[in-house]
């Protein structure tokens, strides 16, 4: 999965390699047992600092936050108030992580604290996995039972976490509690108006809009409604609105999708630029090509038995997401009907 981000242009740890120990573990079952290592700009995560406040000492608070300013804004080391100027850049990072994530359909799956990297990678690939079916409740992970991670709901617990990494900042922001509160919260209430624009910009981005117009969030809305009540599949769909000639098949003969068809076709003339600069666009934010579920399951079971050949020809078909090719062909299907109850584990 992270090759497979980092092909799609989203910020991602590596996995540098994969070393089999010879054991078992108890999973859900036994699985052969592994150590992963990861290649990040750096493992601090908003729990690093929590564990940092938790110790209650500012001394060693700060000695944190002049080395995370050293590793990831040396810009900000000299700014008047450089704890509030770290939380101001990480919330940035996330609020366009995020958006990253949705607009390719990725679930994490697990939001927790201390998964959430400074760096503004994505980080923890444990439950995670790419949304078929256009659903915002989407959840895969087998113990998110009420949906806290869901697909709709990772904006909101990026600023949950964020909201936990000002509370461990507190100290460093003012020593006055009361004020620092002030200037956290200032900052915190920012981030839901700096998504929601960032957001606007990429689905104008997947549906070929340049500029912004009034009427740009409802038309959009009104196609995500329609995906859903549709159950259409999130990314054949954008990709299928990619295309010179609009889609002759279902569901896109019906009336509601010809209908907001049409007012998509007049919002793409006040572009006021050539059709193919949209079509560019287009294709330049939706991928042809994701790591299906079905198709990563399949992957595993056989690296399991020591047959890597299927893991090989899957990262070669990812790695040019936007552009088709005869080697992604096995691989851009939705999953077969008893495939679509897809869950994911942690340690997967």
Not at 77 to 94: E, T
Not at 192 to 214: Q, S, T, V
Request: charged share 20%; proline share 7%.
């Amino acid at each position: 999965i992270s090759e497979a981000m980092a092909a799609l242009g989203i910020p991602t740890t590596r996995s540098l390699a994969v070393v089999a120990t010879g054991q078992l573990i108890q999973r859900e079952t036994l699985l052969p047992g592994a150590v992963l290592t990861r290649v990040a700009d750096s493992h601090l995560r908003v729990g690093t600092f929590e564990f940092a406040a938790g110790l209650g000492d500012t001394g060693h608070l700060n000695t944190l936050l002049q080395y995370t300013l050293k590793r990831h804004a040396p810009d900000l080391i000299d700014a008047d108030n450089p704890a509030l100027a770290l939380l101001q850049s990480v919330m940035h990072r996330q609020a366009t992580l995020i958006v990253h994530w949705m607009r390719v359909g990725f679930i994490h799956g697990v939001m927790n604290t201390d998964n959430m990297a400074l760096s503004g990678q994505t980080i923890d690939f444990g439950p995670c996995a790419f949304m078929d079916v256009y659903h915002p409740g989407t959840v895969f992970s087998s113990i998110d039972h009420h949906g806290r991670y869901a697909y709709a709901n990772q904006p909101a617990i990026a600023l949950w976490n964020l909201t936990q990494f000002a509370q461990a900042l507190l100290p460093l922001i003012d020593e006055n509690t009361d004020r620092a509160i002030e200037l956290a919260e200032d900052t915190l209430n920012r981030f839901p108006l700096i998504y929601k624009e960032n957001w606007l910009n990429m689905m104008r981005g997947k549906l070929g809009l340049f500029g912004a117009h009034d009427a740009d969030l409802q038309l959009i809305m009104d196609l995500l409604n329609w995906m859903k009540e549709q159950e259409a599949d999130y990314t054949n769909t954008f990709r299928d609105l990619a295309q010179t000639d609009p889609p002759a098949d279902e569901p896109y003969t019906q009336p509601s999708f010809l209908n907001w068809h049409a007012r998509w076709q007049s919002r793409l003339k006040q572009n006021d630029r050539p059709m193919q600069d949209a079509l560019d666009l287009m294709w330049r934010s939706n991928p042809s090509i994701i790591p299906r579920n079905h198709h990563v399951e399949e992957v595993l079971a056989a690296a399991g038995t020591g047959d890597l050949q299927p893991l090989h020809h899957l990262l070669e078909a990812l790695k040019n997401p936007y552009e088709k090719h005869e080697n992604q062909k096995p691989y851009l299907s939705p999953p077969p009907p008893d495939a679509c109850r897809y869950q994911t584990f942690c340690g997967t």
